[in-house]
């Protein structure tokens, strides 16, 4: 059974930084291309940033260029997703995702910038 746990959300006042962790179990992520998404309340789902499962190659959404970094470790089976410079605008749940022979999502975990 695969499983992603996604962690390390919380409140956080605007400037500061969080580090959300994905943790993948029954999968191993040197198959799989790991995305961040993040929903606001009224919003849709949209992508934050994505790391390729082959050469380690990085997106970032122009939101989130110079704030946040994507990185993943596939001997620890975990993705992370640092954020700097956090705003009130990047409140929302932020979800992993493992792409690659099948797309596997967390439940995600809240992200609340506010002073």
């Known amino acids: 059974q695969v499983q992603l746990m996604e962690s390390g959300g919380g409140l956080v006042e605007p400037g500061g930084s969080l580090r959300l962790s994905c943790t993948a179990s029954?999968?191993?992520?040197?198959?799989?291309?790991v995305g961040w998404f993040r929903q606001a309340p009224g919003k849709e789902r949209e992508v934050v940033a994505c790391i390729s499962n082959s050469d380690g190659r990085t997106f970032y959404e122009d939101f989130v260029v110079g704030r946040f970094t994507i990185a993943k470790d596939n001997t620890k089976g975990t993705a992370y997703l640092q954020m700097n410079g956090l705003k009130p605008e990047d409140t929302a749940v932020y979800y992993c995702?493992?792409?690659?022979?099948?797309?596997?999502w967390g439940q995600g975990t809240q992200v609340t910038v506010s002073s």
């Open positions: 029954g999968v191993s992520l040197r198959d799989y291309a």
């Open positions: 995702e493992c792409a690659g022979p099948f797309n596997y």
